[in-house]
């Protein structure tokens, strides 16, 4: 038995019954596609552990050909968390010295020399002026690394949490990299590594919360026993206890508004994106949300990723959308890059923060 | 297989015929706990597709397995004999709704949480997995059954006609008004488990939503008692939508000594249903049930379309299933249970039966640990003791889930053998159409 006992058990206790599949973003975009699904992905581990399926490189490569967006985890009737285990799978091949693949080998080289997955050391502050310095505040915004990429993101949403809360930092030119890719991918060691750094960032913030446009990240300040929300929740809150007040909107009539919600939030971009365009906003599949996670799956070939582009695009023009919002910073990035390369047309896509941004 | 490849890909395109270690890995199991790998997988993506594809291997004399979502628990869609198997699940265009009728017609693809959908007020009874996942083709292929067939019948009793594609290309439609020659065919397509046909689109009608519901859990000290509650409750012309009485359950979920656990529940008109509520506390205490509760039709909906206690008994053992499906007479349910219990002892294996009195329906569930392989060897090999037993016991295997790689022999049903095979051998000469399922080619 490759995976040792306590693996292998949770790994054989999947009953096969396919309930994960049918909540998959990867088994719906490939058409329910068996091999997409969370349930291939046990039952083939199942089959390397006992020797009748050759444990190979595409193998492994396979392992991290998913969105890592968690929904199996709650699908399971015998509760099994299917993505977790999954995770920790990996963990345990890196463990016995396996190589994942090419690009995910860098992460943690990467991030440990640049605090981001971009590898650039010094561009995780340029959306600040260049002599910044992190001061003590109540409220610590934590950028994430798309924000190098996307200044407008990190520019726009501390625009807004500085409206609502006025006393806000954030780390800068040194923020440290939450670790959560870094701990999807299976390298847990290294976080325990690097983790050190950002609690002593925060430290020296003293702030009684942070809101961190990376959702995935929050999880890895509550660890740290933070009080820590996503934007979204941070915009919600503020949107409803009238902290942000939005202008009248203009409602044209062929104006239809969709968004696409961080696969770890609990729905408050949805909410927030309904609030502001009432009979505007229509609404995409459950299985339509994106966000750090499918960074994983968009390091190998991508074609996975673009797959679930494509579908999400088109049931997105189906139902006359024009504008989508997205909530993720790196679903943000993701998707715009696909929609330049395939030169989609007919739809802007704009991320949450400036979304609400325009409107006040 | 080269050549054979580059003229499927020819139809289907690149992307939809797969080859590599990890797609067919991908589908050589289901629910069954066998794995069979095939040597390619080919999914069509409309019925025009899959009429070619279907061409070109038959004129290769290739097994064809067709497939569904996999959530068979007898091997259904493996291919035992290797060859191809067919997905069918992108052939899921609903093709005409008739809300007032309650009347769909839609391709074989279709889940069932899709048919849930699709009218309001309306619903798919037969749910057999729980989950909603399986597909159309899959149930028609296994005139599949629920909790609720008590009241709905099995799949083939929602049909009203079908599309079906043949091992010699044809594409035969059916549909339309029945009459009786025609409804044999259609009933002897049903639940021909894709040994005979492939099933492209069915119409089936959707029964409404019942206005009234009551749910009772009842404790039994003997199963006989269940089974003489079942008649009782028939003879007062009780109409038992669904009866469920599972033998072991405490025992395996260590809590009560009681020897059975029933979930009953009743529907229709609220008169009805309250009137029926007193008559079946009165009929219980007759009968000696050790306790009788309400429980809210809620959870008894959980217990019947999310199949609740049988995936709990799965969660709390940490245990798989191998499950069989028999339909039983009544003198004989007990005995049959025995048996049962008698055997998974032998095995020393836990079990746990799930009877419907009414039907006559017994499921009998082996429990195992997947990880042990001595414990996998001593469930098949329970479980073809008990498919042995049954046939001794003149109760016959396959009600609902099918009967799959378990296979019928002659010395089984002898008649039955002997008339299939022949139909088998006019349908599909080469026995190229789901080999080594249903029936032990003679
Ligand atoms: C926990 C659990 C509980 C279950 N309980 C029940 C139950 O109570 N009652 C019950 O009936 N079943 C039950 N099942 C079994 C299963 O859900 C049913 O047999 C279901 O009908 C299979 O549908 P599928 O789409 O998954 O088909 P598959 O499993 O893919 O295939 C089933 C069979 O149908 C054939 N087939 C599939 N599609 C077609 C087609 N279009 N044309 C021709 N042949 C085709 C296949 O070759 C195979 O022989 C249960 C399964 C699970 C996991």
């Known amino acids: ?360 | 297989m080269e050549e054979l490849v580059g003229k499927l890909e020819g139809i289907l395109g690149e992307g939809e015929v797969l080859t590599d270690e990890i797609s067919l890995a991908s589908y050589s199991y289901d629910a069954s706990g066998y794995i069979y790998r095939p040597e390619v997988v080919i999914r069509p993506g409309n019925i025009d597709e899959l009429t070619e594809v279907v061409k070109v291997l038959m004129d290769y004399r290739v097994p064809i397995t067709p497939r569904g979502a996999g959530t068979s628990l007898v091997g259904g869609p493996l291919p035992v004999n290797g060859g191809a198997v067919i997905d069918l699940q992108m052939l899921n265009e609903v093709l005409e709704v008739d809300e007032d009728q309650g009347i769909v017609q839609v391709e074989a693809g279709v889940k069932v949480a899709e048919l849930n959908e699709l009218i309001d007020g309306r619903f798919m009874p037969i749910n057999p997995d729980g989950t909603g996942s399986s597909t159309i083709g899959g149930l028609a292929a296994e005139d599949a059954a629920s909790p609720l067939s008590s009241v709905y019948g099995t799949v083939k009793d929602l049909i009203l006609g079908m599309e079906v594609l043949l091992p010699n290309g044809d594409l035969v439609s059916l549909d339309g008004p029945v009459n009786r020659s025609r409804r044999n065919l259609i009933d002897l397509l049903i639940g021909s488990e894709g040994t005979l046909g492939i099933v492209t689109s069915v119409t089936l009608k959707l029964p409404t939503e019942p206005e009234e519901r009551m749910a009772y859990e009842i404790t039994f000290n003997d199963l006989m008692d269940a089974m003489s509650l079942a008649e009782e409750m028939e003879k007062a012309g009780i109409r038992q939508a669904a009866f469920e009485v599972y033998h072991n359950l405490g025992l395996v979920m260590g809590s009560a000594e009681t020897e059975a656990v029933g979930y009953l529940e009743i529907m229709g008109p609220p008169e009805c249903v309250n009137a029926w509520d007193s008559r079946i506390r009165e009929l219980s205490n007759r009968v000696g049930v050790t306790s009788i509760n309400p429980i809210d039709p809620y959870e008894a909906d959980t217990i019947w379309k999310e199949r609740a206690k049988i995936y709990e008994v799965a969660k709390a053992t940490k245990s798989a299933l191998k499950v069989g499906s028999f339909k039983v007479s009544p003198s004989s349910t007990r005995d049959f249970v025995q048996e049962v219990d008698r055997t998974s002892n032998r095995m020393k294996l836990k079990s746990i039966s799930v009877i419907n009195p009414l039907l006559g329906w017994v499921i009998a569930i082996l429990l195992h640990k997947r990880s042990e392989s001595k414990e996998v060897e001593r469930a098949e090999k329970g479980m073809s003791e008990i498919v042995r037993i049954s046939n001794n016991m003149e109760s016959s295997m396959g009600y609902g889930l099918g009967v799959g790689i378990n296979r019928i022999s002659a010395d089984i049903d002898e008649g039955f053998v002997q008339i299939y095979s022949a139909i088998k051998r006019s349908f599909d000469p080469y026995w190229l159409f789901n080999p080594g399922k249903l029936i032990e080619r003679d």
């Open chain 1, 1 to 360: 038995m490759m995976l040792g006992e306590d693996l292998s058990f949770e790994v054989n206790r999947c009953i096969s019954c396919g309930a994960c599949n049918i909540v998959c973003p990867l088994f719906i975009v490939t058409g329910f596609q068996e091999t997409a699904g969370p349930r291939a992905r046990l039952r083939l581990l199942s089959m390397v552990n006992t020797g009748a399926l050759e444990f190979s490189v595409e193998f492994l490569e396979y392992l991290y050909d998913c969105m890592s967006c968690g929904k199996c985890n709650e699908a399971c009737p015998v509760e099994l968390k299917i993505s977790d285990l999954i995770v920790k799978v990996r963990e345990f091949f890196i463990g016995q010295g396996y190589v994942p693949p090419f690009n995910i080998v860098q992460l943690p080289r990467k991030v440990k020399d640049s605090n981001s997955f971009f590898g650039d050391s010094q561009a995780k502050g340029v959306w600040l002026p260049p002599d910044f310095k992190p001061e003590k505040a109540s409220i610590l915004y934590y950028a994430g690394c798309w924000a190098q990429e996307y200044p407008e993101i990190p520019l726009s949403s501390f625009e807004l949490i500085k409206r609502v809360e006025g006393n806000v930092t954030t780390l800068g030119y040194e923020e440290p990299c939450s670790g959560r890719i870094l701990e999807m991918a299976g390298y847990s060691d290294v976080v325990e590594e690097i983790r050190p750094r950002l609690v002593e960032r925060v430290r020296e913030v003293s702030p009684e919360k942070v809101v961190s446009s990376c959702s995935v990240s929050v999880r890895a300040f509550k660890f740290m026993g933070l009080e820590a929300t996503s934007l979204s929740n941070f915009l919600l809150e503020a949107l409803r206890s009238g902290k942000i007040k939005l202008k009248q909107p203009i409602r044209l009539r062929k104006h239809k508004v969709s968004v696409i919600p961080s696969c770890q939030s609990e729905w408050e971009a949805k909410e927030i994106v309904e609030m502001v365009e009432g009979e505007n906003f229509t609404e995409l599949p459950d299985w339509a949300c994106c966000d750090c996670g499918a960074v994983l799956s968009s390091l190998l070939d991508g074609s996975s990723f673009n797959k679930w582009a494509e579908r999400v695009l088109k049931e997105a023009k189906e139902r006359q959308v024009n504008v989508l919002v997205v909530e993720e910073p790196s679903c943000f990035g993701l998707i715009t890059k696909y929609i330049n390369e395939n030169k989609v047309k007919g739809i802007k896509i704009i991320p949450l923060s400036q979304f609400i941004l325009n409107r006040t």
